[in-house]
């Protein structure tokens, strides 16, 4: 997206933004090369050896285990929604609110995925250490309260980040203070969403039985990107159309926060335990 919006400059909207998804069949090969030379979990090729396998998977784990369906995706409200706001809307009140250019706003994304790129399995790692359920719903609190200081950093003019700015390159003073309380708001935006990306395949995966599992893990994990992923930058865009004010999306990010934690509080936690055998 950055290189191509230099290189289309004015026409970007126009043709410019159409290139880079058209290149994204690239990822779908490589996505799909990665997937087809994964083993199979070993509980899986066990199930498959004693051929124990549901043959209509969909179906017996929406009758046997729909709670855990509907909590996976209740649980994912903090990590789906705060996450297209902090990535996809941003741009919108970024431009049209802020008055900041795209490429600076591209840049700070970017550079918040480089640091995703450690903060998501170090997430992962503590999780294994701590509980999966323990560093999600930490990872929730923490989303629940950014979302207020990612707008005051946004919108900011605090003293403390001037005089932080100042501080690191008094050449460029108030200016550049501006630009990077921006900058760290959306740098830093994207580690509570990894304190939970990162144990979240396990905590779900787990809450299945292993005939069921990925049936189950599927269902959970896709109705999410309905409730929260898919509508979270219209429902924000709206928010702020109403209120005039980024934080009623910081409060709608806190009513996400909530409904994760108490989905996750409900989810029950099989770190270090057992996972072979037939969930009762």
Sequence with gaps: MLAFSQIAADQFLSWGWRVPFLLSIILV???LWIRLSILETPIFARLV???RIERTPIVEVIKRQPKEIILSALARMAEQAPFYIFTAFVFAYGVGTL???RDFLLVAVLAASVLSFFTIPLSGHLSDRIGRRNMYMLGAVT????GFIYFALLDS???????LAIFLAIFLAIFLAIFLAI????FLSLIPHDMMYGPQAAFIAESFTGRLRYSGA???YQFASVIAGGP???IAAWLFAVYHSAYAIAGYILVCAILSLVAAALMKDYTGKDIAAEYA
């Design 29 to 31: 090969g490589i996505g």
């Design 49 to 51: 050896a004693e051929r």
């Design 99 to 101: 008055k900041v250019s």
């Design 143 to 146: 989303t629940g309260v950014f």
């Design 157 to 163: 003019g605090s003293l403390a980040l001037i005089f």
């Design 183 to 186: 900058f760290l708001a959306i």
């Design 218 to 220: 599927s269902l959970g």
């Design 232 to 234: 979270a930058p219209l």
